[in-house]
């Protein structure tokens, strides 16, 4: 079964701008969650999502945004940009069978902000 | 106080002993612990999760959870040095959202 894809793994953006980046969970599954790895704040929880509804939210300014498609697919938007935005994104996907909680992290997606 | 609390490390051991990776949490009311690992520029990888009090074992590793201490730690037993890496635990404080710890920087000697 393949894992979590993520793209792009690597993105150079400038202050102000914005930015998308997108995630493909593991076939079957459809819970998806977003994640910030910084190495001041260490990882961070953004949002997740299930059947293309935002279930729960971290606690990241409005700028940070997401949303979920029929197929699970998932996207993570940032917008003005901001130098602190500067991180590796994660997503990780789940099942949401009964008793199933664990999350499974795609490779990531390298930001940085200049 | 941060909701999970892990020693930095880094935890230095010799090839071939156990290493003992400890974990608090804050909240009582958290249910599912789990312990990623993490190599440099790499993302983490689920290698442990419990759900019930006590210990599972699963190949070298094993997680212990005990709710009324609020403790989980994980045992890796003959430490091999591709298991050095930083290891997170991972707390499931509702609806998918995981609250981790800082991490422990795990180093094995060989």
């Known amino acids: 079964k393949a894992g979590v894809t993520q793209t792009p793994r690597y993105l150079i953006k400038t202050r102000g701008q914005q930015v998308t980046l997108s995630c493909s969970p593991i076939s079957g599954h459809r819970s998806v969650s977003w994640y910030q790895q910084t190495p001041g704040q260490g990882l961070q929880f953004l949002f997740e999502?299930?059947?293309?509804?935002?279930?729960n939210k971290g606690n990241f300014p409005g700028r940070f945004s997401g949303r979920q498609f029929s197929n699970s697919r998932s996207e993570m938007n940032v917008s003005t940009l901001e130098l602190g935005d500067s991180a590796l994104y994660l997503c990780a996907s789940s099942s949401v069978l009964a008793g199933e909680n664990e999350q499974f992290f795609g490779p990531g997606t390298r930001l940085t902000v200049l | 106080q941060k909701e999970v609390e892990q020693n930095s490390g880094p935890l230095s051991v010799p090839e071939g002993a156990i290493a003992s990776l400890n974990c608090t949490y804050s909240?009582?009311?958290?249910?599912?612990f789990f312990w990623y690992r993490q190599y440099s520029g790499k993302s983490p990888e689920l290698i442990m999760f419990?759900?019930?009090?006590g210990d599972k074992e699963d190949g070298r590793f094993t997680a212990q959870l005990n709710k009324a201490s609020q403790y989980v730690s994980l045992l890796i037993r003959d430490s091999q040095p591709s298991d050095s890496a930083t290891y997170l635990c991972a707390v499931n404080t509702g609806r998918r959202a995981l609250t981790f710890g800082s991490g422990t920087r795990l180093q094995v000697q060989p």
């Open positions: 999502y299930f059947s293309e509804t935002q279930r």
């Open positions: 909240d009582r009311g958290s249910q599912s």
């Open positions: 419990i759900y019930s009090n």
